[in-house]
């Protein structure tokens, strides 16, 4: 096997930089949220309610402490039914006291047939019965207050005239830095897997790096020195898909091989960051030239309500229809998460994300022949908005018990991440602030 390889493709760098603020002009006032549960509340905003009969227990639980994944498998214990018979509508964050609606499937029974759900992490608000099992998106947004902690209670000002910027212009729509793992490098491997270079995906994967966490460090080394069965063994569990890779490599698979390891699921996040990174790119020049809140010629504008797309003409700018649901934050552009289905722009603005991608190293042609690969590849494509409207904000300064503190709260839509907002106000390097993919579904 050969040893790490170095590759000649251009730098992606930029796509994980800092990110071009919308409130740049405004100081960000620092700090940091999460210190303890309390101080992140969250509240999910129903997309309907109960009916009142049906074969499905709606419950309201508030938690704190656990994820949705655990809060699952709490109560499908509790019903003794299995973990797909539990419904939910996004995923919460477990640093957090969360409120949302969790759905048991339970033909022939009643909530009064089942004792009272009791965990010192958990508090059932209501019980009632509807029709159908509650699905992921089923919910029309979430209600945020968090606490910022370390930080001169008086920058409220700044706190203020940012989230009024936010909620005039809609909060630029970016990925955060979770979403390109812990080394920050999940957007060149998924490049790597799009173009077949097998082995810079590996090396990418397993090669030493400064950022990896201590826990890797062994395992890098050896890996670099050729030694896979140690490096797989030094290698902490939770690191499967690495553990997978390195297994296939102790037995001698060749790289295209071993990189078969990486299960359908991994492999599309992967690709999901390269998308992502794309997307950041385009999103960072629509705000440093002012338009990540308007609709140009060729666009695909986005309703935010309903999740469909319409390509805009000049008679769309000149409909004061469309200008009014623009304002109100009902529509955004959208720009490239790049597939073979990803619907395109047309005219400059094309050119403007055909170029994002090329910038890459990879071309329309280079996704059209990953998904014609025998592995299970996953480039699908779509298109996000570029801004999410905040709904509703509200800012105060206090001292409690725990100290001086910023509190932040507003309403997000679906799908949509409070700490996309807190890093506008805050302004940390990235990465620094503990944060949660899932914070905002």
């Known amino acids: 096997m050969p040893a790490p390889t170095s590759s000649n493709l251009p730098p992606f760098d930029a796509a994980v930089a800092a990110p071009v603020y919308l409130t740049r002009d405004i100081p960000g006032i620092g700090g940091t949220i999460k210190n303890r549960p309390d101080d992140f509340l969250v509240t999910e905003l129903p997309l309907y309610q109960p009916a009142g009969h049906g074969e499905h227990i709606y419950m309201l639980i508030e938690k704190r402490g656990l994820s949705t994944l655990q809060l699952r498998d ?9 973990k797909r018979s539990i419904g939910h509508a996004g995923l919460k964050d477990k640093h957090a006291i969360t409120q949302q609606v969790i759905s048991v499937h339970t033909p022939g029974k009643t909530p ?32 945020f207050s968090i606490r910022v902690r370390d930080v001169d209670p008086t920058a409220v000002l700044h706190t203020n005239r940012a989230l009024q910027q936010l909620a005039k212009q809609g909060v630029p729509n970016r990925f ?9 490098n999940n957007h060149e491997i998924g490049r790597a897997l799009i173009l ?11 090669s030493p790096h400064p950022l990896a966490p201590k826990s890797q460090h062994d395992a890098r080394e050896l890996y670099k020195a050729g030694n896979f069965t140690a490096a797989r063994e030094a290698l902490p569990k939770v690191f499967n898909i690495e553990r997978r890779v390195l297994s296939r490599l102790a037995q001698d698979a060749d790289p295209q091989t071993a990189i078969t390891a990486i299960d359908q699921t991994a492999f599309g996040f992967y690709i999901s960051a390269f998308q992502s990174a794309i997307f950041n790119q385009v999103l960072n020049n629509r705000v440093a030239d002012g338009t990540h809140h308007k609709l140009l010629p060729g666009d695909q504008g986005f309703l935010l309500n309903s999740r469909r797309m319409f390509h805009v003409e000049q008679s769309d700018l000149e409909n004061s229809e469309t200008a009014a649901r623009l304002e109100s934050g009902e529509i955004s552009p959208s720009g490239p998460m790049w597939g073979t289905t990803m619907p395109r722009a047309t005219g400059e603005i094309d050119a403007i994300e055909l170029q994002a991608l090329a910038n890459t190293g990879v071309s329309t042609k280079d996704l059209e022949s990953c998904e014609s690969r025998d592995h299970p590849q996953m480039i699908g494509g779509d298109r996000r908005p570029l801004r999410i409207p905040v709904i509703d904000p509200e800012v105060e300064g206090g001292v409690d018990e725990h100290g001086a503190y910023i509190r932040c709260a507003f309403e997000l839509p679906r799908g949509s991440f409070a700490t996309t907002v807190m890093d506008e106000i805050m302004k940390v390097t990235p990465g620094s602030t503990s944060t949660d993919d899932h914070a905002g579904e």
């Open 196 to 206: 077949g270079d097998h082995q810079h995906a590996i090396d990418l994967l397993l």
């Open 112 to 143: 009064e047939d089942f004792p009272s759900l009791r965990h010192d992490k958990l508090t059932v608000q209501w019980v009632d019965l509807h029709t159908n099992k509650l699905k992921r998106g089923h919910l029309a947004g979430n209600r």
């Open 176 to 184: 955060g830095p979770q979403r390109f793992g812990l080394i920050q």
């Open 74 to 82: 709490i109560v499908a214990r509790h019903f003794k039914v299995g």
